[in-house]
């Protein structure tokens, strides 16, 4: 490498150092897409996600992954899914309780107004 392009190539070590520590865990993920990259490449999928188009922009980083680490996102993003449908769930079990509490309470108030 030259000292120019030392300088202005990514790596996922200089990611890493320029990084918030809570997001490290992220760049730990998908750096390696990214370093893979071309210049060209990185430049086109910062423009997608400018643009608004983040499922494209997904798509790209994920197809730059190798097969294990894309099986490993895959699972993890399993898991959130899983522990999302398990939340809804929950909160249509809710509503559903909510919904029945308010039809007895308007039944009874129907009966009563009619006398029964």
Same mark, same amino acid.
């Given at each position: 490498m030259t000292d120019e392009t030392s300088k202005t190539a990514l790596t996922l070590e200089g990611m890493l150092d320029k990084t918030p520590d809570i997001l490290k865990p992220i760049v730990t993920k998908y750096g390696p897409?990214?370093? =893979? !990259? +071309?210049?060209? /490449?990185?430049? @086109?999928w910062l /423009? !997608?996600?400018?643009m608004g188009k983040d @499922? /494209? =922009?997904?798509?790209?980083?994920?197809k730059k992954m190798s097969n294990a680490d894309l099986l490993q996102a895959w699972k993890d993003k399993e898991k959130e899914w899983q522990a999302a449908n398990v939340k809804n769930v929950a909160r249509v079990d809710v509503q559903k309780q909510a919904t029945l509490a308010v039809l007895k309470v308007l039944l +009874? %108030? %129907?009966f009563a107004m009619v006398g029964l």
């Open positions: 897409s990214l370093v =893979a !990259m +071309t210049v060209q /490449e990185f430049n @086109d /423009e !997608m996600l400018i @499922d /494209e =922009a997904w798509k790209v980083l994920l +009874t %108030a %129907a």
